[in-house]
Every structure is written in structure tokens, then in C-alpha cells.
């Protein structure tokens, strides 16, 4: 999926920070790709996220294709976030955000192996 229509430019990395250059997307994608799929489990994250911010994150990261709403329960509905393919591809990109917060920023914790190691 492109979203085209939102580029503020033809720059790939321009392009790229307008899907997930703040400071939420990135940690929902990581949360995603450790197991994480339900709101409430994103809730639970050590960086505390605001319910409305979340919402609003979690629409985009559907809009741009990166993951799929699924539902997993009838009444109430309630949705769980599968990634896709594109939202797998950001795997080896946090891999090495992970490496290099690691290398350059000691006190930050080491994630879990199956993000560093996949």
C-alpha cells in the first residue's frame, strides 16, 4: 500500500519517517515483532503509551499496510494487529537500531532474542 497522497516528497527516507518518524510507530512495531497483537498488551509496554495516541497509531500502521486488523472476539468486537510481509520487513532496520542503541548507549537494555537474533 503507498501513501503516496501524504509524502511531503519523493526522498525514500523522507517518505519513510512521514509512516513512522514518531516516537510511537516504531515501539508498536517492536511489540508486534516480540508477539505482542491485542491493545491492551500494547498498553502494557514500559514506555507507556496514551490509549488516544495508540489508537491513532495503530490506525496508521493498518492504513500503510504494515499490519492487518483482525477481529478475535465478537461481543464486545475486539481486534488483535497481525503484521504483514511490509511490517516484517522492518525487522533487520530495528535489528540494527537495537545494535547500535546497545553499542553507543550502554544503559539502554538488550531486547529480547528473538528481535536481535532473528
Do not use: H
Amino acid at each position: 500500500m503507498s501513501i503516496k497522497c501524504c509524502a511531503r516528497s519523493e526522498c525514500p527516507i523522507a517518505s519513510s519517517l512521514d509512516i513512522f518518524g514518531d516516537r510511537w510507530t516504531l515501539i508498536i512495531l517492536r511489540d508486534m515483532l516480540v508477539g505482542k497483537s491485542k491493545f491492551g498488551e500494547f498498553l502494557t509496554s514500559t514506555e507507556n503509551i496514551a490509549t488516544n495516541v495508540l489508537s491513532k497509531r495503530l490506525e496508521l500502521i493498518e492504513r500503510t499496510g504494515l499490519a492487518d486488523r483482525v477481529v478475535y472476539q465478537q461481543r464486545p468486537t475486539r481486534y488483535e494487529y497481525k503484521l504483514t510481509d511490509k511490517g516484517k520487513a522492518l525487522l533487520p532496520i530495528l535489528q540494527e537500531m537495537c545494535k547500535w542503541g546497545n553499542r553507543y548507549m550502554p544503559e539502554t537494555w538488550v531486547l529480547s532474542t528473538a528481535l536481535i537474533n532473528e
